[in-house]
């Protein structure tokens, strides 16, 4: 195993974006990674998922390289989101298996896996609607703390620090993702927009080694994509890596590095976005429309 290196942090990549580095270097990941930036992070290897007669997945095979965008899309059946399950514990592969820093995920259980370093976000927003924004986030950082139960209820001093941490990082987060003002909100009445940022902070919450993103432009306008684009970018300038389904072609041409395109449950292309703009397959099997459209 490699020497455990400290998350990179593309600070001129922020400055161009208009971040606040002193933001962006509080809410950056702490946490030891034992590949090399660029190395595969996530394996995914010979992946099948069948329920019944039904085969969703067949023989899925790619990797995830560390500080990259990756998309992940497809027709809608065509697995994407049975491939994000099966990542990250919702579902047993038939067969197959992922790998996170050469690790087998197999059979852990999905808090298990988050704290392994995989979070993600669901395509219909999963959010603690009688709390507040703060106080989802919060339950985020849980995953990562040490007070024992015992602990807490005797509020003891761990357990008052990590606390007090919480708040503060999680303020942080909320801010990253350009909430914050709305920290003391319930989040079932937070604007829809918001309600998407919010699932990103918490997954973030984590430090998760590969943050999973399922489909989080749904319902956006035009100028909502742009802004989550920006955000996706920074979130990847700040140490993260990341793992993208998208229906909307030009967010994804976009803001990806790489593309893994499924049909019908196989792969049916892995390459840079100008490469999958142009793969005749690609757009036969998942866009229907002449090449022109994806400009």
């Known amino acids: 195993m490699s020497e455990a290196i400290e998350p990179v942090i593309d600070v001129e990549g922020l400055r161009e974006e208009g971040v606040d580095l002193a933001l962006a270097e509080q809410v950056a990941p702490d946490r030891d990674i034992s590949v090399k930036v660029g190395d595969a992070l996530v394996e995914v290897k010979n992946l099948t998922m069948k329920f ?37 514990g919702v579902y047993k592969p038939s067969s197959g298996k992922v790998l996170l820093e050469g690790q087998s995920l197999g059979g852990l259980a999905q808090h298990k896996i988050t704290r392994r370093g ?32 015992g602990g807490a209820l005797l509020r003891l001093p761990t357990h008052v620090r990590e606390e007090k941490s919480s708040i503060e990082r999680g303020m942080a987060l909320l801010e990253f993702v350009g909430i914050a003002d709305h920290a003391h909100f319930l989040s079932r009445h937070l604007p829809y927009g918001h309600q998407r940022r919010l699932e990103i902070a918490r997954a973030l919450a984590t430090d998760p080694k590969l943050l999973c993103l399922d489909e989080p432009a749904a319902g956006f306008n035009p100028a909502e994509k742009e802004e989550l684009m920006t955000l996706i970018r920074t979130i990847r300038d700040d140490g993260y890596t990341v793992l993208l389904i998208e229906h909307d072609m030009k967010l994804v041409m976009g803001v990806t590095d790489r593309i893994v395109v499924l049909e019908f449950g196989k792969k ?16 036969a099997a998942y866009l229907g429309e002449p090449e022109d459209d994806l400009a």
Do not use: W, Y
């Open 52 to 88: 019944g007669g039904l085969t969703a997945l067949d023989d899925v095979t790619f990797d995830i390289k560390r500080g990259e965008i990756l998309g992940l899309i497809g027709p809608n059946g065509a697995g994407k989101t049975t491939c994000f399950n099966a990542m990250t």
């Open 118 to 149: 995989l979070a993600r976000t669901f395509q219909n927003i999963r959010l603690f609607g009688e709390m507040t924004a703060l106080e989802n986030v919060v339950v985020g950082l849980d995953a990562r703390h040490r007070t024992s139960v």
């Open 268 to 283: 049916i292309a892995d390459d840079v976005p100008k490469v999958i703009r142009e793969d005749p397959k690609v757009v």
